[in-house]
């Protein structure tokens, strides 16, 4: 009797405690990262009576977590993936639709700066015509400006997203590694919740970092970054610093402090969201501000040097018509030399605007691409007469000595477009006019015709100096007495800088000269010679135009976001997949946990008629024995 | 994949398909707002390359046009300038016709003679036009101040000789304006090859007729001077000393020398001598001076009246050239006005093109965009009933 009765008590006893499970596993359906927990019955161990063994009932002899860790580790790789890709998606997404929208991007007013000189072409003395192309000069340099500083505020961005970041991740470390503390090395051991806990705070923390999680010794779990530094070992917590970068000190780069070492992480090493935010720094941001500085330094280059050879309102040589922005150069923070090295634009037709990290052997320099460590050719030495030339780029070592592996970062035309300036503000001074004009005389007898004289050489000393052809005979001239020269009819006749096509038959005694264009022209030869300057192919080698170096900007950074994007959404299947097989196996099922509930409810109703039926069994014993 | 999925991964993944679908409706809702294909570069990043080039192609095309209009106006002015100066000069050779009439009174002379004066004045101020700017139409390049002017000896002109050169469609250039110098100065005397005329001193009553290259090969551009030895018999000098030839003359008959071919009438006396040679240049308001000189002389002697004859023969043949020059240079603007329609032309041209290209990279299928924006707002709704549906299920409804 005691036997039915103790068996009956057991298996409520077990049903109780599995429908406790049962709600355990219920009310944690929202939380995250929470495995089921199933309960394990096992009959109890029977006695033996000689003819056998009499069964004893039940008992629960595990209360097992419901988890794989191969599904687990699959999950956490995709997650830091993830973040990776989707931190890359978002920014390179800001920065495609900044470049996009015609109220923030450069095509629009790039277009009207050149429409404006266009327009000064047909109207090369009107007043109105100058202050529009000062007006529309100067609303193509603010938004370069603006662009430019759109650009470093993203990079601020990146620096401080860098830093929150880094702060968390020390948060999350320390308490993965309190949490090894706690579940000890035997992971049998531990609460199934605690085992949860630590696999969400590691799966957060390789969110931000990537990397993976490896147990050791069937207990503790030890992180370590993608490029395999640990951030956790044991009960042990690295922690990550933000250290600046040797070159640019505004900048923010990450390293991890292990027994007061610091290890630089590069990009490469990180994955997650810093590696997302770092990545996106050297690969999109970069290029998109050394490229949008390529235009604006083209831009100022070609402009200035045909602006140069004009003639403006005063009769003057034109000027600068902007500021030219110059490369910048910075010095390793280890450096032991104390060179200094100065920067000028040199070939403008192979300027590519990337970064070059220069480094000195102890002899010559050498220069290598900093991301990819690809080395690039230099020629020169250094001095004033034999420049150091990379990249299109001249060097001058104006002062000191550099040290064996002193290294510098040139950046060829990264922050140009914040530097450019339009360096003109009296409309007068804009040079329209070609310098040179030439005058048939008027008492000529002969049919000689002067072309449209234009400029070869505007640097030319006696460029502006008049000069005479005369014709000694139908086919003989001199210039300013020297010659005589043959004339063939059609020929070119090139002199102080300028040159012009003479054609006909003049006769003798004929002549013709050349000279000033002088003040208040409305000549427009140089006017419309800046206004196809957009056109002009000055760039890569002169396969490319600055319009089309405009065009490809705007290409190269939506196939950032849109490749960004797809890189993304594909990584995000991935995670689904694997989020899918995850809760496959540890996930909630309600209906499940609904039919055991009914299950157990009624194995439970059942248990309870086993204590009843001993009841019965023993009033009917009291009452046969109470007669 | 195993059978079992979670309560969660069931609701979340409702949720994911629902706020994908809503992501993409609207993405659709916005090209349709805005009406573009392209809402940022990242949606097809080439053509949005592409657009930004050809975006600037258009608006070039248009500044061409702009550019074009400026021009054609200051042609337009050119040419109703040119259409008075011409009307003028046909009035001065009709004037000049009349003067020529040797029944001609002294009044009527001096009439003519004023009606040209203002002429002369009238043509200054047309030469000095302006194209509404403030600027002149005809000083060249030099156009900040009135080209022309009257100064003791004549008219001078201070404008240049350049012709501006305008862009009106890609590569395609228009040029203004003639400079004045073009236009006014510059007349070729005589028929334009040649000119002839009898020297001031003459005292007989020759009239010098026609004259012509009637051997281009022959004439070498020398200058020929007939002498008169005698009523009837004359010597030709090349500029040399020395007579290179001498003939006898008869009136009305042609004289030929060195591929040059000249009539005399009238009765030279000894000692007249008549010239011919190279043509030179001369203005139009040189020629008007002379003219009005010529009919102010008021002739008494026969020999007076031929001189002034003979001066308003040489006049008559100045006026027809300076005729000549103006229908020339309204050709030349009218040439340059064509260009400008072939110019609007082609402009239009591409235009059509630029904008069709640019409508294919980024204007909105509306058709396309709309049944797609319907499709899925379906699928959304759809979506949303699927899971009110789904999250009706459960078993423990049913306990």
Do not use: C
């Not at chain 2, 023969?313 to 040439?335: F, H, N, P």
């Not at chain 2, 402009?347 to 640019?358: C, E, I, P, Q, S």
């Amino acid at each position: 009797m005691s036997n039915l009765l103790a068996t009956g008590s057991s298996a409520l006893i077990a049903f109780q405690r599995a429908l406790s499970t049962v709600s355990h596993n219920v009310a944690n359906i929202n939380t995250p990262g929470y495995s089921r927990q199933r309960t394990e019955f096992a009959a109890r161990d029977g006695t033996s009576y000689g003819y056998g063994y009499q069964g004893a009932g039940v008992q629960i002899v595990d209360i097992h977590r419901m988890a794989d860790s191969l599904a687990t580790a699959r999950l956490l790789d995709s997650t830091g993936e993830l973040t990776r890709l989707q931190q890359m998606s978002v920014m390179s997404n800001r920065l495609d639709s900044m470049f996009s929208e015609k109220a923030t991007g450069i095509a629009a007013p790039w277009s009207s700066f050149f429409d404006s000189v266009s327009a000064l072409s047909s109207s090369a003395a009107g007043a109105a015509d100058r202050q529009s192309m000062l007006a529309q000069a100067n609303a193509l340099v603010t938004r370069f400006n603006q662009m430019d500083q759109q650009l470093d505020k993203l990079d601020g961005e990146v620096n401080s997203g860098i830093t929150s970041t880094v702060s968390e991740v020390n948060r999350l470390t320390k308490e993965i590694a309190a949490l090894n503390g706690r579940i000890g090395s035997n992971v049998a051991n531990a609460s199934g919740d605690l085992l949860d806990r630590r696999d969400q705070l590691i799966s957060q923390l390789v969110g931000y970092t990537g990397g993976t999680a490896v147990q050791q010794d069937g207990g503790q779990m030890n992180v370590f970054t993608a490029g395999g530094q640990p951030l956790v070992v044991g009960a042990t917590a690295s922690s990550l610093v933000t250290v600046a970068d040797p070159y640019r000190p505004e900048r923010l780069q990450v390293a991890l402090e292990t027994n007061g070492q610091r290890v630089t992480l590069d990009k490469r090493a990180l994955g997650g969201q810093i590696g997302g935010l770092m990545e996106f720094r050297s690969t999109v941001l970069d290029p998109a501000m050394a490229e949008l500085g390529r235009v604006a330094m083209s831009l100022t280059e070609t402009f200035n040097a045909q602006h140069r050879a004009g003639m403006d309102q005063y009769g003057q040589m034109g000027a600068d018509f902007f500021t030219a922005p110059q490369p910048q150069i910075s010095k390793h923070a280890g450096n032991t030399g104390n060179a200094v090295l100065q920067p000028s634009l040199g070939d403008l037709s192979k300027l590519d605007g990337k970064n070059v990290q220069l480094r000195f052997d102890g002899t010559n320099w050498l220069a290598s691409d900093p991301n990819t460590g690809t080395s690039i050719p230099v020629t020169g030495t250094g001095t004033a007469a034999d420049p150091l030339v990379v990249n299109g780029v001249e060097l001058v070592l104006t002062s000191g000595t550099p040290a064996t592996n002193d290294r510098f970062l040139l950046q060829p035309t990264a922050g140009a477009a914040g530097a450019i300036k339009v360096a003109i503000s009296d409309p007068s001074r804009i040079a329209a006019a070609t310098p040179v004009k030439g005058n048939t005389a008027l008492g000529n007898t002969g049919t000689g015709k002067l072309g449209t004289v234009s400029v070869t050489n505007a640097g030319n000393a006696n460029l502006l100096n008049p000069a005479t052809i005369a014709f000694t005979g139908p086919n003989q001239y001199t210039i300013d007495g020297t010659g005589p020269f043959t004339y063939t009819p059609g020929q070119t006749i090139t002199y102080n800088g300028w040159s012009v096509t003479l054609d006909g038959a003049p006769a003798a005694g004929d002549s013709f000269s050349v000279g000033p264009t002088g003040a208040n022209s409305s000549d427009n030869g140089n006017a419309k010679l800046l206004s196809n300057l957009d056109d002009a192919r000055a760039l890569n080698g002169g396969t490319l135009t600055l319009n089309g170096a405009i065009s490809g900007l705007t290409t190269t950074i939506g196939s950032a976001a849109r490749q960004s994007d797809y890189a993304a959404e594909a990584q995000q299947a991935i995670q689904d997949q694997a989020q899918a097989t995850r809760d496959s196996i540890s996930g909630v099922n309600l209906d499940e946990e609904a039919a055991d509930l009914m299950r157990l409810q009624q194995a439970y109703q059942a248990a309870s008629q086993i204590i009843a039926t001993a009841d019965t069994l023993f009033q009917s014993l009291l009452g046969a024995t109470r007669r | 994949m195993s059978n079992r999925i979670s309560t969660s991964m069931m609701y979340q993944q409702s949720i994911t398909t629902m706020l994908a679908k809503q992501a993409k409706l609207a993405h659709t809702q916005q090209q349709l707002a805005s009406g573009q294909k392209l809402i940022t570069a990242k949606d097809d990043p080439v053509a949005a390359g592409n657009a930004v080039g050809l975006d600037r192609t258009l608006a070039e095309l248009e500044r061409f046009a702009a550019n074009a209009t400026n021009v054609q106006n200051r042609l337009g002015l050119q040419e109703n300038a040119l259409t008075q100066v011409g009307d003028a000069m046909a009035r001065v050779h009709e004037l000049t016709l009349q003067a020529n009439n040797a029944a001609l009174g002294d009044d009527s002379r001096k009439a003519i003679s004023s009606e040209l004066q203002a002429i002369y004045e009238g043509l200054l101020d047309l030469a000095n036009s302006t194209d509404g700017t403030g600027r002149y139409l005809f000083g060249g390049t030099a156009d900040g101040s009135a080209p022309f002017a009257v100064t003791g000896g004549g008219v001078i002109y201070s404008g240049d000789q350049t012709q501006r050169q305008v862009e009106v469609a890609p590569d395609t250039f228009v040029s203004d304006t003639l400079p004045g110098s073009e236009i006014f100065l510059r007349m070729r005397t005589g028929d334009g090859r040649i000119d002839g005329a009898a020297a001031t001193g003459n005292t007989g009553t020759g009239l010098l007729m026609e004259f012509s290259v009637t051997d281009s090969t022959t004439y070498n551009g020398a200058s020929y001077r007939i002498a008169f030895t005698g009523p009837n018999t004359y010597d030709i000098y090349d500029g040399g000393p020395t007579p290179i030839a001498s003939g006898t003359y008869t009136k009305g008959q042609s004289i030929a020398v060195g591929g040059i071919q000249l009539r005399l009438e009238g009765q030279p006396n000894a000692g007249d001598e008549f010239n011919v040679g190279p043509a030179s240049t001369r203005d139009i308001f040189g020629t008007l001076q002379n003219l009005i000189g010529a009919l102010g002389t008021n002739p008494t002697t026969d020999a007076q009246r031929a001189s002034m004859q003979n001066q308003l023969q040489s006049a008559l043949r100045d006026v027809s050239s300076a005729q000549g020059k103006m229908i020339d240079a309204r050709a030349s603007g009218g040439a340059q006005l064509m260009a400008l329609d072939n110019a609007a032309e082609l402009r239009d041209a591409n235009n059509v093109t630029l904008k069709g290209t640019l409508s294919n990279l980024r204007d909105l299928d509306w058709a396309e965009a709309i049944g797609r924006f319907n499709l899925e707002n379906t699928a959304l709704q759809a979506a949303q009933s699927v899971f009110m549906q789904m999250q009706q299920l459960s078993l423990f409804k049913m306990m």
